[in-house]
């Protein structure tokens, strides 16, 4: 898709500069010519041979360099890129941008150029939701700067939130998306990101807590070679034992029948039915905190057999009566003195969400829902994204749409300010 399209990308002195070299790498797999300029900053994170090696090109950094200037000027280096690419972006880069400075070869590149402008933010929470940063950002956004992320998730400084900057490969379909005209700047009045959540963790601040989750969907036998199940991937359950584990909990993931890979770092019990979840969940006890994210089957058929059903010509097919499984978020948040100090459910709607994951919270005797809506429409079964509602004794947190990996990863990052703060 990219065949011949020649990327000027600018990497700047953030710690997300690393993921510059798997950037390089996806943007030339598609075809595309890359050539680098860094700031000063940039150096200090990866090396310009680094860069140099994977866009096999030289490497531009010094804005005062005669043999530079002659081979290839600064004017000449925007003029001869159909799109100029900042990954990472500063908070001083867009700083510069918006006042129009030009005090080093980037930022001197990015005001002499007339080629389109991609900018992929990186920074702390705090940089990102600077009253100074998000003018910032509304100022270019409203020059046609075009955006890339930032994303949420938790952060190489302890916190947790907005500034991450996007992937790799989530930069590449936005090079994309302006190469085939998808791409549009942001609208200045809508710049603004949601309002940011910062939320500040120890390091690993689940160290010493154990955690339960569980994930997929439950296979109910027929007979030995048929069930009852559902479209449950698995992948939101699958990351959020991730996210648990990598905030330093000891977690069991008990999962339904997946495809997905088992999560690094977690102890992973594998069932089919509700009635085994629920066994395997009792074993797990106690934990800290049970986050029940499959997708359990509420009915199992009343009588299973042994052996094949048989279609028998002209007879009647057979009647399958159903009764209802086990309850495993209720049982383990009615609990007794096992009783997680943080139940979590979630609630799969198609329909209003909100009020049905308010009353199921009830309903259920647990702490927090997780409501999401299912509806064909959304593709959240199966799908990367998952738009999400919290709700707590406190009352609905709406969550913007995000990957399921930014849903685990804010969604650990709440449960361990909660257990952590008490
Ligand atoms: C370890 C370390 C990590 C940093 N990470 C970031 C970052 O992710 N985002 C950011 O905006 N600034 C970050 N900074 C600050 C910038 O490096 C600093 O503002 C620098 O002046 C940016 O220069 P540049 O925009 O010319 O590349 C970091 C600084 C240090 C020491």
Redesign the pocket.
Known sequence: MLSGKRILLIV?????AFKCHDLIRRLRERGAEVRCVM????TRFVTPLSLQTLSEDKVYADMFSLTDESEMGHIELSREADLLVVA?A????LAKMAAGLAD?L?STVLLATDKAVLVAP???VR?WAHPATQANVMTLGGRGVLFVGPNEGPMACNEYGPGRMSEPLEIVAAVEGYFTGKLAPPDPRQALPQPPEAISLPHRPLLGRRALVTSGPTREAIDPVRYISNHSSGRQGHAIAAALAALGADVTLVSGPVTQPDPAGVRLVKVESADQMLGACKAALPVDVAVCAAAVADWKVAKTVNAKLKKTPGAPPPAISLVANPDILATLAAGGADRPALVVGFAAETEDVIANAVAKRQRKGCDWIVANDVSPGTGTFGGERNTVHLVTADGVDSWPTQTKDAVAARLAARIAQHLVAG
């Not at 700047?12 to 997300?16: D, H, M, N, Y």
């Not at 700031?39 to 940039?42: H, I, L, W």
């Not at 500063?90 to 880069?93: E, S």
């Open positions: 700047t002195g953030g710690i997300a700031t000063e900053a940039a990472p500063t908070a001083d880069i080093d980037a990186a920074m702390n940089m």
